[in-house]
């Protein structure tokens, strides 16, 4: 056990032996891991090695050239469009950019799920909005529009999204990336506390180092499509495995550094 | 890259372009059994392509009928009486000019517009999202636009249509010396209700392509601001060749088989 979680009862997620190529390049080469309910599991990897790629598979908005992956055991490449839509309900995602649709005002935007799948209308819907925006620390903004908040409230505002059908599992697509430093380690805590509060199993992709080790339980590292390491935190930090320790190493020399953005969209 | 290649591939894209568009067009299609909850989708995409195109329309429409007047009026000459012209204008405008012209105007207006509509939604992930939600965007964004493009295009055809055969009977009656009366019995000879239902026929199919089309450009839109410009050109382009490509079809299918 750790921090509550039980290791060993079965996998929640489990993703087996994943491949996908886009032409002529090999994104994920053969990726096994498996997802334990309620824990923080972090994709780590640098920047292009697949692993937002490997995030889109998980929800099924790509779909692989060969392999499976099973939610609570069933294969979800071969659910029919309603059971996956289903499945989805079961899952928020907080996109690289928020992901927000612009033609709407936030409210409507973090309200939008419940009143497609639930038929939450009126006063219930603007109090359920209420209290998933104040969740993320956003109360009394519903009325803006998407284009009147900064990229660090956007990110807010889609967690608000993805957490609003109180949904088993959250993805977040590189969280911090495109945020300076204080609104990285605000974003980082926010998704600790989700976690906390709501008791969700998280899988977040992330190139941040800093940031896996912060909210994460457990750690899988990938490198060039393939999982080099998977194992909790302090085992990331501990462990004498060769890429893991050069990935560490090239984390603490870019740690000052800004970013380089090398976002591939296939 | 060689002739043949560059055929080649162009000729490949084009097939997946049909192809994705059938597909589209399919779950569309399957999407109707959630009609009942997209009434105010449907009518809000109504109000896109039908009333905020009728300026448009309008001027399109009212010019056409009075270059046809001028037109037929030289053609006729002193061979055929001037009692000619309303039916020729009448005949010409329902059959073709109303559908294809309007046709072609809307589609360059409303396919980009929702090529780059649903392009932006595509390459910020808006598209993905909806998606992840579990809320299909071929009920939610294709089938409002789809349906809205069946019903208001021939709409918009009427509307052209009257105001195209009433920009004929000014021209006639004011620069061409054709009295009000004989312009109207002469759109009265040779009558056929069939030339204006194939019309409309033609209108319904025109505002299907420009719909759909449009959808299947922005859906596929990928690679940034660069992606959705080439988008909202591909959907009009397509647009424009299946409206020329299927005007024909249907003109033989219709006037050559059915009403012949």
């Known amino acids: 056990m750790m921090n509550g979680i039980s290791y060993g009862d079965g996998s929640f997620i489990h993703v087996d032996d994943l491949h996908k190529s886009f032409g002529d390049k090999e994104v994920l080469r053969g990726i096994t891991f498996d997802v334990f309910e309620g824990e923080t599991l972090v994709i780590l990897g640098a920047s292009g090695c697949g692993k937002s790629v490997l995030l889109k598979h998980i929800i099924a908005l790509m779909h692989p ?84 908040i900064s990229g660090g409230m956007k990110k807010r505002v889609a967690l608000a999204r993805a957490i609003a059908l109180d949904p088993d599992v959250i993805l977040y697509d590189e969280p911090t990336t495109g945020l300076d430093p204080i609104m990285a380690e605000q974003i980082n805590e926010l998704i600790r506390d989700t976690q906390k509060e709501l008791g969700a199993t998280s899988i977040v992709v992330t190139h941040d ?21 998977v194992g909790t935190t302090d085992e990331l930090l501990s462990t004498e495995q060769e890429a893991v320790r050069n990935f560490i190493a090239r984390g603490h020399a870019n740690r000052d550094r800004p970013e380089p953005d090398f976002t591939v969209s296939f | ?138 009920r939610y964004l294709v089938m409002p636009r789809l349906l809205s493009g069946l019903i208001m295009l021939p709409a918009l055809t009427v509307i052209a249509d009257i105001l195209a055969i009433g920009g004929g009977f000014v021209v006639a009656g004011v620069a061409l010396d054709v009295s009000a009366k004989v312009f109207v019995d002469g759109m009265r000879t040779l009558f056929f209700e069939g030339d204006v239902l194939g019309g409309l026929i033609k209108a319904c199919a025109f ?4 719909a759909l089309m449009g959808c299947t450009a922005g859906l596929r839109a990928a690679g940034g601001a660069v992606g959705v410009g080439q988008a909202a050109t591909r959907a009009v382009v397509t647009s424009c060749v299946l409206i020329l490509i299927g005007d024909y079809i249907l003109t033989t299918l219709l006037w050559g088989i059915l009403f012949s």
């Open chain 1, 65 to 148: 050239d060969s392999g499976r992956i099973e939610y609570r055991g069933e294969n979800i490449f071969e659910m029919r469009p309603r059971e996956l839509n289903e499945v989805r309900k079961n899952f928020g995602m907080v996109f690289q950019g928020g992901g927000l649709f612009d033609s709407m005002t936030v409210g409507e935007n973090v309200g939008f799920p419940a009143f497609e799948h639930w038929g939450t209308k009126g006063e219930e819907l603007s109090k359920l909005v209420e209290e998933k925006l104040s969740l993320v620390g956003l109360g009394g903004i519903a009325n803006l529009r998407t284009a009147e």
């Open chain 1, 209 to 229: 180092l800093h940031s896996a080790t912060f909210i994460g339980d457990r750690v899988a590292l990938v490198e060039s499509g393939r999982i080099e390491f």
């Open chain 2, 1 to 138: 890259m060689g002739l043949f290649a560059k055929f080649g591939t162009s000729a490949l894209d084009m097939f997946r372009v049909v192809g994705s568009a059938g597909l589209i067009l399919w779950r569309a299609i399957l999407s109707l059994r959630r009609l009942g909850r997209s009434f105010g989708l449907v009518f809000e995409q109504m109000q896109r392509f039908g009333i905020e195109s009728l300026p448009l329309v309008v001027i399109t429409s009212v010019f056409t009928g009075a270059v046809a007047a001028v037109q037929v009026s030289y053609q006729l000459k002193e061979y055929l009486p001037k009692a000619y012209l309303g039916t020729a204008i009448f005949k010409s405008v329902v059959i073709e000019l109303g559908p294809v012209l309007t046709a072609l105007v809307v589609g360059g207006r409303v396919g980009a517009s929702i090529a780059a509509e649903l392009g932006t939604m595509r390459v910020t992930e808006q598209i993905d999202a909806m998606e992840a939600m579990a809320i299909d965007p071929h």
């Open chain 2, 207 to 210: 505002g299907g392509i420009i």
